[in-house]
């Protein structure tokens, strides 16, 4: 079974590890990439901030067969 991972500035994401989320903290475009970069091959769900996913931009978040399903939350 996959884990869940989620992307973003610490105020937006820090909750989630309540939940047993993996939380990926990153406050800026590069740190946003870099998180997405070092994802660990079992992240079947990833989930990122509306600027999170601005960084990451809609090539990245495509899916495929070899990318986790990703959701973005509301602003």
């Known amino acids: 079974m ?7 500035a610490w105020t937006s994401v ?3 590890a309540l939940a047993g989320v ?3 903290v990153a406050e800026d475009p590069e740190a ?4 997405w970069r070092e994802l660990p091959g079992t992240a079947a769900l990833v ?6 996913a601005e ?10 067969p070899s ?3 990703t959701v973005v939350t509301p602003r």
């Open 2 to 8: 996959g884990t869940v991972a989620a992307i973003g």
């Open 55 to 64: 960084a990451l931009g809609t090539e990245t978040m495509t899916p495929g």
């Open 67 to 69: 990318r986790p399903l």
């Open 47 to 52: 989930i990122l901030t509306a600027e999170a």
């Open 32 to 35: 946003v990439r870099r998180a």
């Open 14 to 16: 820090c909750g989630l």
């Open 22 to 24: 993996e939380v990926r």
